[in-house]
T-cell receptor, first 114, second 116 residues
């Protein structure tokens, strides 16, 4: 079975540009998560969805960040406008729909904002 | 509030040595779940184990073993006869019941380097 698929793997952009990260979760998983990983702050949960509905977006740092899940097989995380401090590895993860199900992570999207 | 502490930032061992990664957690709940994940150099995090707070039995899986002690709030991870492929960042995580594991609190990770 295919795992969580993220694209792009690497993105280099200039400050002020719009960035869109994409994720395809594992089929049948009810939960989808967006995490950000930096050296300074470690792994941070940005937002998560249950059955395509955003449940908790309290980790989204600013209004510049937005996430959507239009269907069960696709989600996007958008940053507009991007800033250098947004540089990080962004992970998408999915999880089965039972309590404390383990997370299945994608390979991450490494974002560099110049 | 919940907190996970991985006091060892970096560990370096020589191949075939045994190594233990420490994880200490804080929670006021009596029911909770603990996890270990591995992040190899390729970048993706890989699930290793889940343990609930009512199951204090230690677990062994090949060269990996986990020691869960509620009395000391620890969930330590031991790799026996380490190999170069074990080089990775290892994360311990904690979550409350009735929440999804995605709301886990992660430790800062321990970077393990196994030298040939």
């Amino acid at each position: 079975d295919a795992g969580v698929i993220q694209s792009p793997r690497h993105e280099v952009t200039e400050m002020g540009q719009e960035v869109t990260l994409r994720c395809k979760p594992i089929s049948g998983h009810d939960y989808l998560f967006w995490y950000r990983q930096t050296m300074m702050r470690g792994l941070e949960l940005l937002i998560y969805f249950n059955n395509n509905v955003p449940i908790d977006d309290s980790g989204m740092p600013e209004d510049r960040f937005s996430a959507k899940m239009p269907n069960a097989s696709f989600s996007t995380l958008k940053i507009q406008p991007s800033e250098p401090r947004d540089s990080a590895v962004y992970f998408c993860a999915s999880s089965p729909g039972f309590e404390a199900g383990e997370l299945f992570f994608g390979e991450g999207s490494r974002l560099t904002v110049l | 509030a919940q907190k996970v502490t991985q006091a060892q930032t970096e560990i370096s061992v020589v191949e075939k040595e045994d190594v233990t990664l420490d994880c200490v957690y804080e929670t006021r709940d009596t029911t909770y779940y603990l996890f270990w994940y591995k992040q190899p150099p390729s970048g993706e995090l890989v699930f290793l184990i889940r343990r609930n707070s009512f199951d204090e039995q230690n677990e062994i899986s090949g060269r990996y073993s986990w020691n869960f002690q509620k009395s000391t709030s620890s969930f330590n991870f031991t790799i026996t006869a380490s190999q170069v492929v074990d080089s990775a960042v290892y994360f311990c995580a904690l979550t409350y019941p009735n929440t999804n594991a995605g709301k886990s609190t992660f430790g800062d990770g321990t970077t393990l380097t196994v030298k040939p």
